[in-house]
């Protein structure tokens, strides 16, 4: 088990990570936008490591995520080599040059702003971080003020949260679990009620491969790139399939309640 520590305003913080079930790349981005940028089919396997039920953080692959005391964490890279998976990670919940990045596997513990997390769980679409005290799992679980969005860093409290109620009215907002959500490309920004937009970056027709963006509290909180037919990926709680591709539209089938 891996201990990664970070003191101080000016220290770098200490990441974690999520890896996308979607294709991962090999390794961590340096430089441009921050994401990920998987060049080949994940290896696999498509997760280590088990999920809490309840109460963990879900940092999405190519986004950032910001945690309890002011730290933050992106998933900035990932490697799968058939039998074991890891996550590089990113300080910070938005990407800036110089940042510090670490390699994680699951049962590493982190620290972040003083903050201590455990890494339950790597797959290729997400990582999962338990916090290690109630009190910053009781802080990832408050209740907004309001479930109304404002579609800016006021929504911060419905976009990177565990509580049970704001998590329920980002999946009402999506089509039921078997039922199709259709995104088209180029066709601007899909919005949802808690905050959340998806947008569709690209669709390479060519290598069958399609980049799908989230935003949310002003916060790019995934970059999933290079995305296959059949892949997962993930949003505000709720997991997807990637069912379909065209030259125009992505096909996403809700596969979780």
Not at 80 to 93: E, I, K, Q, S, V
Not at 242 to 247: A, E, I, K, P, R
Request: glycine letters at 16%.
């Amino acid at each position: 088990m891996s201990r990664y520590g970070i003191t101080g305003a000016a220290a770098a913080l200490a990441l974690l990570a999520l890896t996308g079930c979607g294709s991962s790349s090999d390794g961590g981005d340096e430089g441009g936008d921050g994401g990920a940028t998987p060049a080949a089919r994940d290896k696999g396997p498509a997760c280590v490591g088990t999920a809490p039920a309840d109460g963990a953080a879900h940092v999405l692959r190519g986004g950032g995520f910001k945690l309890p005391g002011g730290g933050g964490v992106q998933y900035a890279g990932a490697d799968a080599d058939g039998t074991t998976r890891t996550a590089t990670l990113r300080d910070g919940a938005t990407y800036a040059s110089g940042q510090q990045q670490w390699k994680v596997e699951p049962g590493a513990e982190i620290t972040v702003s003083g903050h201590g997390y455990s890494v339950r769980q790597i797959c290729a679409y997400r990582v999962v971080l338990e916090p290690k005290t109630a009190e910053d799992r009781a802080a990832l679980a408050t209740a907004p003020k309001s479930l109304e969005s404002q579609q800016g860093p006021a929504d911060a409290g419905l976009c990177f949260t565990t509580n049970r109620t704001v998590l329920a009215a980002a999946a009402k907002g999506f089509p039921a679990r078997g039922a199709a959500l259709s995104l088209l490309d180029n066709g601007g920004v899909q919005r949802f009620p808690t905050g959340l937009s998806l947008t569709v970056s690209y669709i390479d027709p060519d290598s069958g491969t399609t980049g799908i963006d989230a935003n949310c509290g002003a916060i790019p909180v995934a970059d999933y790139k290079d995305v296959r037919v059949g892949e997962t990926v993930e949003f505000a709680g709720v997991l997807f399939e990637v069912s379909q591709l065209t030259d125009q539209a992505v096909r996403l089938v809700r596969t979780s309640a």
